[in-house]
Nanobody, 125 residues
Framework: VQLQASGGGLVQPGGSLRLSCALT????????MGWFRQAPGKEREFAAT????????FYADTVKGRFTITRDDAKGTIDLQMNNLKPEDTAVYYC???????????????????WGKGTLVTVSS
């Protein structure tokens, strides 16, 4: 499968951005999907995941209440709505597809079938 992410950019603190990721070459409907991010000088970490069965969501504590992940399996896309952005949200954001029939915890633990190219989000005044 291939993933194509878009939507990054420069935003002021308190602002909003929406990232989108399109999956091609596979069936997104049977995979957990997620967004990870890597800030300068730090390791990649998960931000949000969504399961393929029931669409259950899970968020890192650092983004909970501000970010919302959604999926549209008919279109093969996942989105990440980011509100009330903070400078510490500055990072390269990557969408990820888990293995078929795997779980959200497995995806968060690193069981990634495919990574999209990152999209840079910069939060600065």
């Amino acid at each position: 499968v291939q993933l194509q992410a878009s939507g990054g950019g420069l935003v002021q603190p308190g602002g909003s951005l929406r990232l989108s990721c399109a999956l091609t070459g596979g069936n997104s409907g049977i995979r957990p999907m997620g967004w990870f991010r890597q800030a300068p000088g730090k390791e990649r970490e998960f931000a949000a995941t969504i399961t393929w069965k029931g669409g259950g969501t899970f968020y890192a504590d650092t983004v909970k209440g501000r970010f919302t992940i959604t999926r549209d399996d008919a279109k093969g896309t996942i989105d990440l709505q980011m509100n009330n952005l903070k400078p510490e949200d500055t990072a390269v954001y990557y969408c990820a597809a888990g293995a078929r029939y795997s779980t959200g915890p497995q995806l968060r633990g690193g069981a990634v079938d495919s990574w999209g190219k990152g999209t840079l989000v910069t939060v600065s005044s």
